[in-house]
């Protein structure tokens, strides 16, 4: 099974971005010593969440220069917000600067104020999720000798007479898809795109390993995946990055003592996220919808749903179920919350207690999977 580290942590003003992100840059840097398998980005913008997430594909080229084995991940890429030519060229490029060392996961976006900030209607920006994927596809694909590509749809039109450059590595880079609806897992299974599995579908996990739901959409996955005939080398490698993510992992030498230390930096998170519901709130107006406020994230559902927390004994026992369902990867958010020295110093404890002590712990299921690219 493989493990990623999620770049997660909040700056709290302005006069903290800059901190923020030189402490996410060496948390990378401590993960890829550790020999973690990849960092996994958010896009996100506005609001202070991992602020370097405003260009991930930049961080990411910046990143990339300075290790040497991890894999970039992209969790998620709200498409509807990218030019497809520039996202098309940008995923080009940096798979030449890594070696083709990247993941980009794809989705519709979850907030109006990002979505209007680029001037996407929000209520427009799920029905853009095909059009955009289907021209990225169609611009990956274009050969000079070919017709011109031309599109328009939402607020973006553009024609392709030539060809993208740089080319990228593959042919067609390695996409990911939340399988979530039955139309998002087809779309994963048809292209054998690895797949992101939420975990929040009812009944709730009860901190034992996977729930019902995800079992159940890990196996819906799985079988529309081998369902459609790919070589089983494409097959072996979607499945080993089929991903699980925690949003807040934390490890100490005992339950308790990480279970205390969770608390607090939940409850930090949550005074970030309180801050930042009024803008949310204003966003909803001009954008004409009203949505549901967040759940708290220290509520025990949320802790339940999104959390991976205890002692490295309990943090592995939980993992080997999802090594024994056959998920290939699980994404861990170390630096949840704002950014402060004393929680750096947390996340950094614990990203090395992970990498020293759960992970010799989880077994391997008796299958492979496919070597990684």
């Given at each position: 099974m493989r493990y990623s580290v999620f770049l997660v942590g909040r700056s709290t003003g302005a006069s903290d971005d800059g901190h923020v992100m030189r402490s996410l840059a060496e948390h990378t840097l401590h993960a890829d010593r550790l020999g973690y398998d990849a960092v996994f980005l958010p896009d996100h913008h506005f609001t202070g969440y991992a602020p370097m997430s405003s260009d991930p594909f930049m961080w990411a080229?910046?990143?990339?220069?300075?290790?040497?084995?991890?894999?970039?991940?992209f969790s998620i890429t709200n498409l509807p917000s990218h030019h497809p030519v520039r996202f098309a060229e940008r995923v080009n490029l940096l798979e030449q600067l890594t070696g083709g060392r990247i993941l980009v996961g794809i989705g519709s976006g979850t907030?109006?104020?990002?979505?209007?900030?680029?001037?996407v209607d929000f209520q427009d920006a799920a029905g853009l999720m095909e059009p955009q994927v289907e021209t990225a596809l169609k611009l990956w694909a274009k050969q000079p000798e070919d017709a011109p590509v031309s599109f328009g749809h939402g607020p973006y039109k553009g024609t392709l007479v030539q060809r993208l450059v740089p080319a990228g590595t593959s042919g067609s880079p390695r996409l990911m898809s939340v399988a979530l609806r039955e139309s998002s897992?087809?779309?994963?299974?048809?292209?054998a795109w690895p797949a992101f599995i939420p975990n929040f579908v009812p009944p709730l996990p009860d901190g034992n390993g996977p729930s019902a739901g995800f079992t159940r959409l890990f196996e819906a996955y799985r079988t529309a995946l081998t369902a459609h005939g790919h070589p089983q080398q494409a097959v072996e490698e979607a499945l080993s990055w089929t991903t699980h993510t925690y949003q807040c992992v934390h490890i100490a030498?005992?339950?308790?003592?990480?279970?205390?230390?969770?608390?607090t930096i939940l409850a930090a998170h949550q005074e970030a996220m309180d801050r930042e519901l009024p803008f949310n709130k204003t966003a909803e107006a001009v954008s004409g919808v009203e949505l549901k406020d967040p759940p708290r994230v220290t509520s025990e559902d949320w802790i339940r749903t999104w959390c991976l927390y205890g002692s490295p004994e309990t943090v592995a026992a939980e993992l080997q179920g999802y090594a024994d369902l056959g998920v290939g990867n699980i994404l861990m958010g170390f630096t949840t919350g704002p950014l402060t020295p004393e929680r750096y110093a947390l996340s950094e404890r614990s990203l090395e207690l992970f990498a020293r002590e759960v992970k010799p712990l989880v077994k391997s299921?008796?299958?492979t999977t496919g070597n990684a690219r």
């Open positions: 080229a910046y990143m990339a220069g300075r290790t040497r084995n991890l894999h970039y991940g907030t109006p104020e990002e979505t209007i900030g680029f001037g897992t087809a779309r994963a299974a048809k292209y030498d005992s339950d308790e003592q990480a279970r205390e230390e969770l608390e299921p008796s299958h």
